[in-house]
């Protein structure tokens, strides 16, 4: 993102098209990288949590908070 910001603020550089096309590729791949990873990062977090004691933080109510 910012190097879109950049390149608003900056006027007729040299390989801008290329530069573009190197953000809009990094930004793709990150997307594609994060859902393809997430639905085993979330079975091995749960294995993890399953062999924690029964008074583990992770098993404590959580309070929420009131929005302003």
């Given amino acids: ?3 879109l910001v950049y390149l608003e603020q900056e006027a ?3 390989g801008e098209k290329l530069i573009m096309l190197a953000i809009i590729v990094t930004v793709l791949l990150s997307i594609f990288a ?3 990873s997430s639905s ?3 079975k091995l977090y ?3 949590i399953e062999g ?3 008074d ?3 098993y404590h109510e959580v309070v929420e908070l009131p929005t302003r």
């Fill in 46 to 48: 749960a294995r993890q």
């Fill in 12 to 14: 007729a550089l040299p």
């Fill in 40 to 42: 085993p990062g979330i």
């Fill in 1 to 3: 993102m910012l190097g």
């Fill in 34 to 36: 994060h859902g393809v």
């Fill in 56 to 58: 583990a933080p992770e």
């Fill in 52 to 54: 924690l004691p029964d």
